[in-house]
């Protein structure tokens, strides 16, 4: 149980287009669904906080009109990356919430999506 | 304010031996920690986690400790497999604040040798 997917798993742009990534959480409700970035060899950075029907809590230094966040669903969000550029180019990786009876709540993480801006 | 440090960043053990992870943190008002294992160019998998109100979890070959006077966590793997070798991550969390949010550490790469 608790799959999460991304899709696509990667993506080569140009310059200036914009980027569709999707996150499904597989066989269970995510309220709380959460976007990351990893640059290599570093740590994964969170960049939003995604709930379910409400907008998206984006971290310092994220800029929300750039990295457009939807929650339309328990079990769908998606992150556009608007008018990309070569430094967009990172390994993105979303999470879904559930919660662990004894413990709290827990993300179960996409395999990612590798994006490459020309 | 790296919140969440991983001071080790790799380990080199021998296949059968035990692997020891270790993780501080300094913001007390986390509640909820968690280990993942990450592969390149995957996301990480849930490996374990652990409550502030307990002192161990154990899950298979896995256990993980936490000592909350003195702010340290570690990941125990025993007997250490080739097919462990892989980036850990220990994560954390306050869930009276920010409820799931994750802070990381930097990640410590483990390799087993067979």
Known sequence: GAVVS????WVICKSGTSVKIECRSLDF???TMFW????PKQSLMLMATSNEGSKATYEQGVEKDKFLIN?????????T?????????????CSAATYNRGFGETQYFGPGTRLLVL | DQQVKQNSPSLSVQEGRISILNCDYTNSMFDYFLWY?????EGPTFLISISSIKDKNEDGR???FLNKSAKHLSLHIVPSQPGDSAV????ASDSGTSYGKLTFGQGTILTVHP
């Open chain 2, 88 to 91: 850990y991550f220990c994560a």
């Open chain 2, 62 to 64: 896995f256990t993980v």
């Open chain 1, 71 to 79: 929650h339309a669903s328990l079990t769908l969000s998606t992150l």
């Open chain 1, 81 to 93: 990356v608007t008018s990309a550029h070569p430094e967009d180019s990172s390994f993105y990786i």
């Open chain 1, 6 to 9: 991304q899709h696509p798993s």
């Open chain 1, 29 to 31: 409700q995510a309220t």
């Open chain 2, 37 to 41: 294992k990450k592969y390149p160019a």
């Open chain 1, 36 to 39: 990351y970035r990893q640059f």
